[in-house]
């Protein structure tokens, strides 16, 4: 992973003040760190994101077997909250193992909730084993949200509001 150009990237588009500089150099600097330590590989995609208005990094990272992984880390502490593994294909056996809601229907509850134009779709194996989806949705003001519906019960799992990216995914699926 390219760790400094990441966080200069970072820093110089959001023109952050030297303090706040400092602070989100160190916490961006060590989630990039931790994630490097749990998973070897290229750092595809850097995101800024509000969960419940608290900030939260997001790295996508394909590792040497062209799998990609999700990492959120906190803002602040840059310490790894949460972790995923994306499968590009929703008739993947860990993913398919689970799902008892349609894509159709995931997608239908996503809008239902968060009004707008789906972006994006990733298949997701969450940390215990169960399969979600997750839109990137686009509302009519150009917010971007991303809506995780669980593919068991169709219940929304989580919703986090984009800051900013860097990066995108090689084989992004629309």
């Known amino acids: 992973m390219k760790t400094s150009i990441v966080s200069i990237a970072v820093l110089m588009g ?4 030297s303090a706040n500089t400092f602070a989100a150099d160190q916490a961006l600097e060590s989630c990039i760190q931790a994630v490097k330590k749990e998973k070897a590989g290229e750092l595809l995609k850097l995101e800024k994101l509000s969960v419940a208005g608290k900030g939260n990094y997001e790295l996508e990272v394909a590792d040497n077997n062209k799998n990609e992984w999700e990492f959120i880390c906190d803002a602040e ?3 790894i909250t949460e972790r995923e593994t994306e499968v590009s294909n929703p008739n993947s056996q860990a993913f398919k193992k689970n799902v008892k809601v349609t894509e159709e229907d995931a997608v239908a509850i996503a809008v239902k909730a968060f009004p707008g134009t ?17 839109f990137d949705i686009v509302n009519d003001k150009g917010v971007e949200t991303k809506i995780e519906v669980d593919a068991a019960t169709g219940k929304i799992i ?17």
Request: charged fraction near 40%; proline fraction near 0%.
């Open 14 to 17: 959001l023109g952050l003040a």
């Open 77 to 79: 502490s840059g310490k």
């Open 118 to 134: 789906v972006q994006e779709v990733e298949y997701e194996i969450e940390e215990n084993g169960a399969s979600s989806y997750e």
């Open 158 to 174: 989580e919703t986090a509001i984009e800051e900013w990216e860097i990066g995108e995914e090689s084989d992004e699926k629309r």
